[in-house]
Nanobody
Framework: QVQLVESGGGLVQAGGSLRLSCAASRNIFSVNAMGWYRQAPGKERELVARITDGITYYADSVKGRFTISRDFAKNTLYLQMNSLKPEDTAMYYC????????????WGQGTQVTVSS
């Protein structure tokens, strides 16, 4: 089992930046994919970014503004968010998938990001 704990959310003005962190409870060398999802009130959860065996993917809505990265030594996943927009307001969740799994095995509790206009 892996517990994931997100941090770094908060209230920021449009155009500002935040860096989200997702700390894992143990080493995550068996995890080949990690991702950030978000869910705004009344909307479905959507994939924001993921990193799979070092290859990154971004949703079109965040491409060029967000950067996902992973620090194996610290067992931590990051999401650097720049040029934030009000439509980025949501609860952000991190997730991790074991190499042999077909779907994400572990989810964090989420961290709230609110962008004011």
């Amino acid at each position: 089992q892996v517990q994931l704990v997100e941090s770094g959310g908060g209230l920021v003005q449009a155009g500002g930046s935040l860096r989200l962190s997702c700390a894992a409870s143990r080493n995550i060398f068996s995890v080949n994919a990690m991702g950030w999802y978000r869910q705004a009130p009344g909307k479905e959860r959507e994939l924001v970014a993921r990193i799979t065996d070092g290859i990154t993917y971004y949703a079109d809505s965040v491409k060029g503004r967000f950067t996902i990265s992973r620090d194996f030594a610290k067992n931590t996943l990051y999401l650097q968010m720049n040029s934030l927009k009000p439509e980025d307001t949501a609860m952000y969740y991190c997730a991790a998938k074991e190499r042999l799994s077909i779907r994400y095995d572990y989810w964090g509790q989420g961290t709230q990001v609110t962008v004011s206009s």
